[in-house]
């Protein structure tokens, strides 16, 4: 273990530094977002994650999100156990007519202010999953939605892009 | 003669490919269940429709692979689950979703059906439903000192949706319920009348983690129910994702096992190898977890130029740092304190469920789908198949380590010996039935198939390997203290979406 530890002393670390030239977009998102969330919501932001019914795609980008790459928590961003710890659901879709109900509950255990982000095709509309009778649709169709990131699954950046515009929306008091 | 071989021949189907499907009667099928309770035989698959119940079983002391189907005009059949405990589940799971009654099954509960689908078909009783989503009764507990924790569906982490009931005396589990169905999103339904690229690409998003394996299966029942023959690039550069595929599934588990024993510098480390075999799949196939690459007669494109630079880069960087974590797994002794040992699951009962992948081969069941039921291009490849006796956390751990390693090996040949020609071919709309199997990372998926004339899908089922994994966690847990249950749980890293369909 001293000798990965050593190396990762003297290796530079992997976490990619925000103003890169060809990374410009993600440059511009770690800056914005840090002011963002100094405005609207002190230092921090925390974030509970739903899976209401998705192919577990989305957890997986959600997941790399916290790897050495994108290192969500320099933010001041972080992923929390409880809704009752949380400002935002970060909810994965299709909602599915078995989970409607444990997602309207979490919705209501999380305090006020709050906010709803749908993530992936299938929390914005259904998805490929639309018109099933065991689906009942996007997040939007169980309860009220500020932010949608598509994509299937959308890309850890696109991610990040998405949690930027909702603080743009927060920090201007919506 | 195989016995398998012998039922499925007394009234053969024709056209279903590439292993033969019989009708036999309740005799014959009750049989089958007789020979899968004495161990001669493999449940790989059970699945309804409106009339009839199909089983698909294989053979292991005769090497044989057969689909059995028992016509159910009154909407019954005489379970299998009675004899078979790892069909209880199946059974239960098709009295659900088409209404089949297994006579006999000792565990009449409904599964994925939680009483809240949409019944769109008038006269269907709202009633019955909402009774039944008022309460599921949990096997009843007595004892002393007895306690239960419900867990879920929604959990701590960032995780797929499902209940946990344990029950614990102290901080032993006695024992662990599941309740499943939860993300069931009627995947089989929306595949009726689909044509099969559409087909496919359901397939594709059964379990996200999956998506190659998954479409992969489904598009080779599709081509064995056409009698299409992909050429051979198109085959090579479907095992080059797969293999991708493992690695990636593979590193992001043997980070995450670490991480819930608290030893988070080999989440650190190992994540960060993910990625990187995410961005050699994007630079290769154009999307991380190529979905979608996998199509019905081939692959949706050629590698981009640069991509399989890319993937060798991918190699090297996995070789170069992957031994020292090996290493240091191997050698923290805190870390091994909390895998070696716990959630063990015995031979005898993998081997009842024929559990794939890591879970089957970390306590002594070998079979792999690309060496034991061989698709090209791993009958010419040859695949080499770790295998451990332990089946504890630990024993997981390293057959991910040594099918890293395996599949790295792979990854070289598949790149340097990857054949020219074209990549895909037109299938043309016809009908038929077909079956596969494929190996994931997490084991082998069963993909059958019924297409009708013009190539429209009848009949569709993928079975995931978590089907037969999923119970073994029940009796991994037992005994163990709670606190150690996100441990085993991650090392089986079962899937919900691919179970709850």
């Known amino acids: 273990m001293r000798k990965i530890l050593l190396e990762s002393l003297l290796r530079r670390p992997l976490t990619e530094p925000p103003p890169a030239l060809d990374d410009a977009e993600l440059a511009q998102l770690g800056s914005a977002l840090e002011r963002a969330t100094r405005r609207g919501l002190g230092r921090s932001l925390a974030i509970r994650e739903v899976d209401a019914g998705s192919c577990n795609g989305c957890e997986l980008e959600i997941h790399a999100l916290g790897n050495p790459y994108y290192d969500l928590e320099r933010y001041g961003i972080r992923f929390v156990a409880s809704p009752r710890h949380a400002d935002v659901l970060l909810v994965t879709g299709p909602v599915t007519c078995n989970m409607r109900e444990a997602l309207l509950r979490t919705y209501h255990a999380t305090p006020d202010p709050k906010w709803v982000v749908a993530v992936g095709d299938c929390g914005v509309d259904a998805g490929v999953f639309a018109g099933s009778r065991a689906v009942v649709g996007g997040v939007g169709d169980v309860i009220p939605v500020d932010l949608r990131i598509p994509g299937c699954p959308p890309t850890p950046l696109a991610l990040l892009r998405g949690l930027l515009a909702l603080l743009a929306r927060t920090a201007e008091g919506g | ?501």
């Open chain 2, 1 to 501: 003669m195989s016995r398998l071989l012998a039922l499925a021949a007394e009234t053969p189907a024709r056209g279903h490919r590439p292993w033969p499907r019989g009708e036999v009667d309740a005799a014959g099928w009750t049989a089958a269940g007789e020979a899968l309770a004495a161990g001669s035989f493999e449940l790989l698959g059970l699945w309804g429709e409106r009339d009839a119940v199909h089983m698909a079983l294989r053979e292991p002391q005769a090497d044989v692979i057969a689909v059995l189907t028992l016509a159910c005009p009154h909407g019954e059949h005489p379970s299998i689950g009675r004899m078979h405990p790892p069909a209880i589940r199946l059974e239960r799971a098709a009295q659900d979703l088409h209404g089949l009654r297994a006579v006999g099954l000792p565990d009449r509960r409904p599964w994925l059906d939680h009483g809240r689908w949409r019944r769109d078909s008038v006269g269907e009783a709202e009633e019955a439903s909402s009774e039944a989503a008022a309460g599921y009764p949990f096997l009843p507990v007595e004892g002393e000192s007895l306690h239960q924790i419900p867990v879920g569906p929604v959990h701590a982490g960032i995780i797929e949706p499902g209940h946990f009931r344990f029950t614990a005396q102290g901080e032993t589990v006695v024992r662990l319920e599941q309740r499943l169905g939860y993300v069931h999103k009627g995947v089989e339904a929306l595949m009726v009348g689909a044509d099969a690229a559409r087909m496919v690409a359901l397939a594709g998003r059964i379990s996200g983690d999956a998506t190659v394996a998954h479409a992969l299966a489904a598009a080779r029942a599709v081509e064995a129910a056409s009698a299409a023959e992909v050429p051979a690039r198109g085959h090579w550069l479907r095992a080059l994702m797969a293999e991708i595929e493992r690695v990636a599934n593979h590193l992001g588990d043997i980070g995450a096992i670490c991480n819930d024993a608290a030893f988070a510098l080999m989440q650190a480390h190992c994540s960060a190898l993910r990625e990187q075999a995410l961005r050699a799949a994007h630079s290769a196939f154009g999307h991380r977890m190529m979905r979608d690459c996998v199509v019905v007669g081939g692959v949706a494109a050629e590698p981009a130029s640069g991509g399989l630079d890319a993937v060798r880069a991918l190699v090297a960087l996995v070789r170069a740092r992957f031994p020292a974590l090996v290493e240091l797994y191997d050698e923290t002794a805190s870390l091994q304190d909390r895998t070696v040992g716990t959630g063990v699951v015995g031979e005898a009962l993998v081997r009842q469920f024929a559990a794939g992948g890591f879970v089957g081969r970390a306590s002594g069941r070998g079979f792999d789908a690309r060496r034991d039921s061989p698709y090209p291009p791993y009958d010419a490849l040859g695949v080499e198949v770790p295998i451990r006796a332990e089946g504890d956390v630990d024993a997981r751990v390293w057959i991910r380590i040594r099918e890293v390693e395996a599949s790295l090996a792979l990854l070289d040949r598949l790149i340097d010996e990857l054949p020219g020609g074209p990549s895909r071919v037109a299938v043309p709309a016809r009908g038929g039935e077909g079956m596969a199997l494929v190996e994931s990372f997490r084991g082998d998926v069963l993909a059958w198939v019924r297409l009708g004339a013009g190539g429209r899908v009848e009949r569709c089922h993928l079975r995931d390997p978590s089907w037969f994994q999923w119970p073994l966690l029940e009796a991994a847990i037992e005994g163990n203290i709670v606190a150690d249950f996100p441990l085993c749980n991650k090392s089986f890293n079962c899937s919900y979406s691919g179970h709850d369909l």
